[in-house]
């Protein structure tokens, strides 16, 4: 079993207390890793050194010595993908598949595309009247704590620090208690690219515990989070406190609307892609499935065969498409709405139990595909976000009924929409209220393209420019050019 100290400035450290957790492989329930435990004492630490740090030599470092600094990053992540993919798999479950030709592929492009926006932050000049030059200038934030959840470890870790870093800001981050593993062995690489001692600081502990001392932390000038909407309010309440700044992504419930004139291979394909894809353990997850009346029958019995045939099982094994669920109380809630949603009148058409599967995974937290038909808007599973491989489906009669019904959430993360008629594709992604829009495909990403929430899904954009926005802030100067005294007050 791998052990893994905390990572404060620039050092490898036990915690204050001396204690430690055990993060288990999802897949069979066994220990994967013991990893040092902050808390309060350890923040605190963290934090100081991560002031140092921006007080010091990474204030002091050209724009372009910060981007080459991310490059090299993004170059040791390549060339130990594999590796890395295999721990992400261990800590998470998801299949290797994913981590290998999705996660690893999208963080290595994470950090070379904020490498490359290093040099490109600018103020502005701004054409004032009279006497009066005035500029901006886009300076850093100071000290970020970023708090991720444990679906994307290490993708989650390079959305918050890449944009952060290229902006000049200096970290603690705080990687979910379920999966510290890959973050550590992000720590590893930070190191070897050559970041100053303090700029990148690493705490892995609980959120009750590391989490709350920094969201409190009066050291702490932004925090970043992500993960669920009733932890992202609790920040935002605590971060009231001392004024910090904050940004949120929180959960969602995401319509995925299927029109009659849609090809509906194609829209099979994308539900499943919007559910089942890394254990419908995805923010931004086609939970809600609306399918257009005259076609229900059919589709539902397509997806219902196909999701039959998902593999699930060993997700080390190249062959499989659904791994186990993260933890034992992620399974647990799971089972759980399946039994609200027989309470609520919905229809279990496939899944809704646990695999049966042999030898070491017998004791894994496997789920199966699962579909509920039958579903009204309004019941639970419809409105509160299970966050694993269960899809609603509801069905709608048209244009206007389905709008309704779609904006009818609390959440505005994403939505998809398929059809063959681009004028209610195009009205659509107007009409509704979500940070992200996918017609005719779902669950697309691009490290240039912005990436957030709509109401209480939170606020602020990772990725592209937009991220930039997050981890600056504008200082406007004004300069007299003429020389000569105000007139305001006379002599
Ligand atoms: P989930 O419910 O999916 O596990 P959470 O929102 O609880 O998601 O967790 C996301 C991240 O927030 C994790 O890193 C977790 O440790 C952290 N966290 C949980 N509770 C708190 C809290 N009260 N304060 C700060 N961070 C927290």
Not at 138 to 159: D, H, K, S, T
Request: hydrophobic share 40%; with cysteine; aromatic share 10%.
């Amino acid at each position: 079993m791998n052990k893994y100290q905390l990572f404060i400035d620039g050092q490898w450290v036990d915690s204050e207390s001396g204690k430690t957790f055990t993060t288990p492989n999802p897949a069979t329930g066994q220990p994967l890793a013991e990893v040092a435990e902050a808390d309060k004492a350890d923040v605190d630490k963290a934090v100081a050194a991560a002031r140092r740090a921006y007080e010091g030599k990474w204030s002091k470092m050209s724009a372009r010595d910060r981007g080459r600094l991310l490059y090299k990053l993004s170059q040791l992540i390549e060339q130990n993908a594999s590796q890395l993919a295999e721990i992400e798999t261990a800590d998470n479950g998801k299949p290797i598949k994913e981590s290998l030709y999705v996660d690893l592929p999208q963080v290595v492009e994470n950090f070379e595309y904020f490498a490359g926006w290093s040099t490109k932050i600018e103020g502005e000049t701004i054409p004032v009247p009279g006497r009066m030059f005035n500029y901006t200038l886009r300076e850093p934030i100071g000290v970020c704590g970023q708090i991720i959840p444990w679906n994307f470890p290490l993708l989650m870790a390079a959305w918050k620090l890449a944009p952060a870093l290229a902006a000049g800001n200096t970290i603690v981050l705080k990687p979910a208690e379920q999966t510290p593993v890959g973050a550590m062995e992000l720590a590893k690489l930070i190191q070897e690219a050559g970041f100053p001692e303090g700029v990148v600081n690493i705490v892995p502990g609980y959120g009750e515990t590391a989490g709350a001392a920094l969201a409190a932390h009066p050291g702490i000038d932004k925090i970043a989070f992500t993960g669920s909407t009733e932890v992202g309010k609790l920040i935002a309440k605590t971060a009231a406190n001392n004024l910090t700044k904050v940004s949120l992504e929180l959960g969602g419930k995401a319509p995925n609307i299927v029109f009659a004139d849609s090809d509906l291979d194609q829209a099979v394909a994308g539900a499943m892609m919007g559910i089942f894809y890394n254990q419908g353990q995805v923010c931004c997850a086609g939970s809600r499935l609306f399918v257009e009346e005259s076609v229900k029958d059919q589709f539902l019995g397509q997806l219902s065969e196909r999701a039959g045939r998902i593999a699930v099982g060993d997700p080390m094994n190249k062959a499989t498409q659904m791994g186990p669920q993260v933890s034992a109380e992620q399974l647990d809630r799971i089972k759980g709405y399946v039994d609200i949603a027989r309470e609520e009148g919905a229809t279990v058409v496939a899944g809704g139990a646990t695999p049966h599967l042999d030898g070491p995974f017998e004791k894994g937290y496997f789920f199966t595909p699962t579909i509920f038909a039958d579903v009204k808007n309004d019941m639970r599973v419809a409105q509160e976000e299970i966050f694993g491989p269960v899809v609603s489906v509801i069905t709608f009669k048209d244009e206007d009924d389905l709008l309704r019904q779609a904006n009818d959430t609390i959440y505005g993360l994403s939505a998809g929409i398929w059809t063959r008629d681009i004028t209610r594709a195009h009205r659509f992604a107007k009409e509704i209220k979500a940070g992200v829009v996918w017609i005719n495909t779902f669950n697309v990403f691009n490290a240039a393209s912005p990436f957030g929430g709509y109401k209480q899904s939170g606020y602020g954009r990772e990725m592209g420019r937009h991220a930039l926005e997050l981890y600056t802030q504008v200082k406007s100067v004004w300069v007299d050019l003429s020389g000569r005294p105000i007139g305001w007050f006379g002599k």
